[in-house]
């Protein structure tokens, strides 16, 4: 576990110095919501829209920094031959793709941090002090097991195919999700499968003061389940060939 | 003037290399490069004390009977061999020999089809991430984004038994860009990156695989010197190269592979002993051309006017055949033939006994 966390540590430092990373997971919702947020006075999902495009940026930004960062990394690092490097060192087999979720789990935290911020202070979402770390944990929940998905598209695509394969997945669960604008109809029944919308409409549950279904937080483990199977049938087919 | 021949050794003396040679006092300068520069291993007194099978405690490797199959290609096919402690041996062998195959499977990326291989007694699995083989791959990438210190810490801190970082940076001689970043940095630099991270812990065993392919000259001389200091500590080394210079210069013990198969191992002398690697050439009046292909150990015969030019396996025992019969040769020289002779003697050999082509290459992959 030692070497795992060394390499967790080495993974953050590099990420620092990653400009894209900031641009996708912190700027886009920060700008995104700076825009809209206070414009729109509708409601959504049954709460103000400045609250609700509070969590609806928050999740975008992890989902996207979970998602974009480690999925091109990894292809690139699979065919760079550094993971062929890392198994000849004493990290244990599974050290690299425990490293990565980690980070990931880690990196998601700013942007959810600086949109919940700016909904408290700039777009006057007032909540009981409790709702705030329900929907921090909830909001993270919900874009960290997409890092789980990133290790599988990482280890199945070559990195000129993960651009446009990670580029579906992002539209497909930022608009299905509803985390750019809320969705009605046909779309909308279909969105309330994924778990970006599920992460977003417990935390309007929340604000809303609602019971929260139960089928969201299921939903929300059982997607997780999907990421994993999927990462670990990639991360064993290209074992021998990495 | 026959020297400039071995200004082969001023490697580093720039353009203008036939005018130097001749202007050179030859011999001496010749001799001392050589001496210096290219016998990297001091070779003649281990060459004595190797060999093989001498049973000087217990195998580093084992090999037993080791395939892999690709569909139907045989990567390596039935290899067995043992490594002993503080050897040094290559693996040669052309493009697609089996090389690559067996070291990845000596370093657990690859599993056997069939046959045992053992490291240190244990699966290799096992030992690698015991920490007891430190490696270089061919095509082990480096983490990017990092500078050359970042990672090679951050390797060390993986390692059990961990060398000082500033130790690993003098000994890989990449302290003097170790704050650059890692994608930064040309091939050759890139290349002792990689050596750095196969050295930066006390591993029993270093396993590189061709570790100079990217090097030049002089860097290939200075991985060398410090590939001896770690076999001095006391380490096994084996290396897989192409360039049988490097083998010959380097290593205690060859083992050459060609499709997957063991071909020959043993000292580079007795390699190119093997092959019949010395080539024999005198003058002689009244040519006998049946008696002399009827000489002992002759491999090979070319006669050009009176100049006779014999490739033997036992370069004493032809030359005191022809004694025997009454001649009295002229101008009498003995060389060593290369080992790059002996190996294509020897995978020639092999593919003329499989009945292959031995024109078309051995490039299987």
Redesign the interface.
């Known amino acids: 576990m030692a ?1 795992t966390l ?2 967790t540590k ?1 993974e953050l ?2 990420l620092m ?2 400009r894209r990373y900031f641009i996708f997971t912190v700027a886009f919702p920060v700008i995104l919501y700076l825009l809209i947020g206070r414009q729109v006075t509708a409601q959504a999902y049954g709460v103000a829209f400045g609250a609700y495009y509070m969590i609806s940026m928050a999740t975008f930004g992890a989902f996207s920094g979970a998602l974009n960062g480690n999925a091109q990394r990894i292809s ?2 699979k ?7 890392l ?6 087999a599974n050290g690299y793709v425990v490293a990565k979720i980690l980070v990931s789990a880690a990196t998601t935290v700013p942007s959810i941090v600086i949109v919940l911020l700016l909904g408290r202070f700039y777009g006057n979402v007032h909540l009981p002090g409790w709702e705030w770390p329900v929907i921090a944990v909830t909001v993270w929940f919900g874009s960290t097991i997409f890092a789980a998905l990133a290790v599988a598209i990482g280890y199945r695509f070559a990195p000129d195919q993960v651009q446009p394969v990670t580029l579906i997945v992002y539209f497909i669960f930022a608009i299905l999700g509803g985390l750019w604008f809320p969705l009605s109809g046909f779309l909308g029944k279909i969105g309330q499968f994924t778990p970006t919308y599920q992460a977003v409409k417990i935390g309007t549950d929340v604000i809303q003061g609602v019971a929260v279904p139960a089928g969201l937080a299921i939903g929300l483990v059982v997607w997780l389940g999907i990421f994993v199977v999927l990462a670990t049938a990639a991360v064993r087919t290209t074992a ?1 060939a ?1 | 003037m026959s020297q400039h021949e071995t200004g082969y050794g001023a490697s580093g003396s720039g353009g203008g290399d036939a005018e130097y040679g001749r202007y050179a006092s030859g011999a001496e300068y010749g001799g001392s490069a050589i001496g210096s520069e290219h016998d990297y291993r001091g070779r003649t007194a281990i060459a004595v004390e190797t060999g093989h099978g001498n049973g000087r405690g217990a195998p580093v490797v084992s090999f037993e009977n080791v395939s892999k199959h690709y569909g139907g290609l045989r990567a390596v096919d039935g290899l067995t061999v043992e490594l002993r402690h503080g050897e040094t041996v290559a693996l040669l062998g052309p493009n697609g020999a089996g090389k690559s195959t067996s070291l990845d499977m000596l370093l657990a990326l690859r599993k056997p089809t069939s046959g045992q291989i053992r490291v240190f007694g244990d699966d290799p699995y096992h030992a690698v991430k015991s920490g007891r083989i430190g490696a270089m791959l061919q095509s082990g990438g480096l983490m990017p984004e990092v500078t050359v210190r970042e990672l090679v810490e951050l390797v060390t801190s993986l390692h059990p038994k961990p060398e000082p970082i500033e130790t690993t940076l003098r000994r890989a001689g990449i302290a003097q860009f170790a704050d650059q970043r890692v994608d930064r940095l040309s091939g050759g630099q890139t290349q002792r990156v990689r050596f750095a991270l196969a050295i930066c812990g006390k591993s029993e065993l270093i396993v590189l695989d061709e570790p100079t392919a990217a090097m030049d000259v002089e860097t290939r001389r200075l991985f060398w010197n410090s590939m001896k200091e770690e076999v001095a500590a006391g380490r096994t080394l084996l290396f897989a190269t192409h360039y049988l210079e490097e083998a010959d210069q380097a290593a205690d013990r060859i083992l050459v592979i060609n499709r997957g198969r063991l071909l020959a191992d043993g000292t580079p002398a007795e390699i190119k002993a093997r092959a019949g690697a010395k080539r024999l050439s005198f003058r002689l009046d009244n040519i006998d051309e049946p008696f002399l292909l009827g000489l002992p150990g002759l491999v090979n015969l070319e006669l050009r006017h009176d100049v006779v030019q014999i490739q033997s396996s036992d370069s004493d025992a032809t030359l005191y055949a022809i004694f025997d019969a009454g001649y009295r040769p002229r101008e009498i020289e003995v060389t060593s033939l290369g080992l790059e002779q002996a190996f294509l003697a020897i995978t020639a050999e092999d593919d003329r006994a499989n009945g292959h082509d031995t024109t078309s290459g051995n490039g299987a992959n």
């Open positions: 070497g060394a390499l080495a430092r590099r110095h990653n690139q690092e065919k760079e031959g550094w993971i062929r490097q198994r000849l060192t004493t990290l244990p021998e990495v």
